[in-house]
């Protein structure tokens, strides 16, 4: 686990393991939000997660796509589309 310091001053706890052979990366959160404690805490949890065969990293992803799918439309998504038009007609093309 290490801190990644950004020449703009922005600050990432970041973790390297290994998975299935492969060097992997995975952020921890953003630093002075996440503090060392809490950054400890999360590199424990990866540590069991990869003890039990889960790639933490593909975990996550699973978690993020289930919370979009699962997220209602907001009408700041729909105000930029055009309205819903009823009564379309569909005719048939005969060739």
Avoid: F
Wanted: aromatic fraction near 6%; proline fraction near 6%.
């Amino acid at each position: 686990m290490h801190l990644l310091v950004h020449p703009n001053g922005s600050k990432y706890w970041r973790l390297q393991y290994r998975y299935e052979g492969k060097q992997k990366m995975l952020a921890l959160g953003v630093y002075p939000e996440i503090t060392l404690a809490d950054a400890r805490v999360r590199r424990d949890e990866t540590r069991k997660l990869l003890a039990n065969g889960v790639d933490p990293g593909d975990k996550r992803k699973m978690i993020r796509l289930n919370r979009v799918k699962h997220e209602p439309l907001k009408k700041s998504r729909l105000s930029g589309m055009a309205p819903i038009k009823s009564g379309l007609k569909i005719t048939p093309i005969v060739c």
